[in-house]
């Protein structure tokens, strides 16, 4: 799954955040939005932030840093 976020302009707000999401095969069209995001704002528009993540929903172990399993055992190899 792919989401682009930016801020923009809003009447009632100072900058107000905004995503759109796209499906796991919408990477093109999420590349595509994100660049019409950069060009309005080069533009002038009150755009700023602009940002693709993602995020695989197959993944097979848990997002971030964790501790190494129990009995793994790493050791530098020096010469």
């Known amino acids: 799954m792919f989401v682009v976020y930016w801020l ?3 009447p009632d707000a ?5 995503f759109r999401k796209f499906d ?3 990477l093109a069209e999420a590349l595509r939005f ?7 704002q ?5 755009i700023g932030f602009i940002t693709l993540c993602s995020e ?3 993944s097979v172990g848990k997002p971030g840093a964790a ?7 790493w050791k530098k190899r020096r010469r």
């Open 8 to 10: 923009g302009g809003n």
């Open 14 to 18: 100072e900058a107000a955040a905004h």
């Open 24 to 26: 796991a095969a919408s």
């Open 34 to 40: 994100a660049e019409e995001l950069r060009k309005r």
């Open 42 to 46: 080069a533009e002038g528009e009150d």
């Open 56 to 58: 695989n929903p197959q």
């Open 67 to 73: 501790d190494p399993p129990a009995g793994y055992d």
